[in-house]
């Protein structure tokens, strides 16, 4: 993985940890200027375009207004296919992912999957775990 520094973006962080994991921790509320610099964010090239893997701390979130939210789910997404992992994510914020992540893949094709966890470790490991058999299965 090439090194990147950590990006600061108004309360929020972007770091980035092996394999090409992009690590969000969120502290409040995401603002529309918070939004159009994830959006303006490429994608990482270390998985050639195949996939991509991002861990979302959700302990701090504070949500985001709909102008935020549009502007996310409206991000051009060339990846194959994208596996989030949260952390922390209160129950209410599991559903509500849950059913933004279906919509996405009716509209998009199944290229988003997601998981929730406890901890980072956990999330990380998995994954570790979902690049691994992607990986596996490109090469069949």
């Not at 490429?42 to 102008?67: I, N, R, S, V, W």
């Not at 559903?95 to 999957?113: D, P, T, Y």
């Not at 470790?121 to 979902?130: G, T, V």
């Amino acid at each position: 993985m090439k090194k990147r520094e950590p990006l600061h973006f108004g309360k929020h962080t972007l770091y980035f940890e092996e394999p090409g994991i992009a690590v969000h921790v969120y502290r409040g509320p995401i603002t529309v200027e918070d939004m159009r610099i994830l959006v303006d964010l490429p994608d990482m090239d270390e998985h050639d375009g195949k996939l991509q893997l991002a861990l979302y701390h959700m302990q701090e979130f504070g949500g985001l207004d709909a102008t935020a939210r549009r502007m996310g789910a409206e991000r051009p997404r060339p990846a194959g296919t994208y596996y989030s992992a949260y952390v922390g994510a209160t129950f209410k914020m599991r559903v509500v992912v849950s059913l933004f992540m279906r919509a996405a893949n009716f509209l998009q094709g199944q290229k988003n999957v997601t998981a929730f966890f406890d901890d980072h470790e956990s999330a990380k490991a998995w994954l570790i775990e979902c690049r691994e058999k992607h990986l596996a299965a490109d090469k069949k």
